[in-house]
């Protein structure tokens, strides 16, 4: 029986022109809801995505009309006004921070416990099995967060020195400064001179997260960039790493208190 191979797409056909994303609005329940309208050739259906970053997002494939996205957004309402309202809830109104309130460190609960009595401008804390006792002035939520801020900082200083050297075991690479900084979306960087830079805000994730961004800038000693040959270097000392960046890209918005 002869092979019939499988007819290649015409090529006489230009590929249809992907329309650029744009920003619409459609009425959910009486509620305006904007949306990211984005065009994929790979896509095979209409999918929702909602992020608190970036809200709610309709990939569509190549051809869907306007009308079809609005049935499928009519249809989904439910969900969609639902999901919406649970993320601004978080985002807008987190717990404040007051006694009791659960933080998390290394990727384990870690409740707050606050005691008067440091002098103003300082503060004192101990970190004890699943409990941080903290000490300051006045338990104005403000200080507050500024001590927390002010000890997880320190924190990071010690624990990215001793990740950074025990991770770079499976490397032997050479780096020069490590530094803790404070990015709302920036992870790590390494600079050019070989300067490690780490986010702070990663001591409330899980450890292996951290790791991973370890791992991630130890990595960018030896390739620049974010090409096969990267991450072929950062699979090698951390096999897992991609389920840890699906980690950080779903939940790094939750990083702070
Ligand atoms: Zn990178």
Redesign the pocket.
């Known amino acids: 029986m002869p092979i019939i191979p499988r007819s290649p797409r015409p090529s006489t056909r230009a590929a249809p022109a992907v329309p650029p994303p744009r920003t619409l609005l459609i009425t959910l329940g009486g509620t305006g809801v904007p949306y990211l309208l984005k065009t994929s050739a790979r896509a095979r259906r209409v999918r929702l995505v909602i992020r608190p970053a970036t809200g709610l997002e309709v990939v569509v494939p190549c051809g869907v009309g306007a009308g079809d996205v609005e049935h499928v957004l009519r249809e989904k309402a439910a969900w969609i006004t639902a999901t919406l309202a649970r993320m601004a809830e978080r985002v807008i109104a987190p717990p404040p921070l007051a006694e009791g309130r659960v933080l998390s460190y290394l990727g384990q609960p870690l409740r707050l416990a606050l005691r008067g009595g440091a002098p103003p401008g300082k503060f004192r804390a101990v970190l004890g099995k699943g409990t941080l006792t903290l000490m300051v002035a006045t338990p104005a939520e403000e200080t507050v967060r500024a001590a927390l801020e002010a000890w997880y900082r320190r924190q990071a200083r010690a624990i990215f020195a001793e990740c950074v050297e025990r991770c770079n075991l499976a490397y032997g690479f050479s780096y020069a400064r490590i530094a803790i900084k404070d990015q709302k979306s920036r992870w790590?960087?390494?600079s050019r001179k070989g300067n490690l830079n780490f986010n702070w805000r990663l001591l409330l994730a899980p450890s292996s997260v951290l790791e991973y961004v370890v791992y991630?800038?130890l990595a960018?000693l030896r390739e620049p960039n974010?090409s096969p040959r990267?991450w072929a270097v950062v699979e090698r000392a951390c096999p897992a790493y991609r389920e840890h960046r699906r980690w950080l890209k779903q939940h790094g918005h939750e990083l702070g208190f």
Request: net charge negative; glycine share 12%.
């Open positions: 790590g960087s390494c991630h800038e960018h974010h990267f």
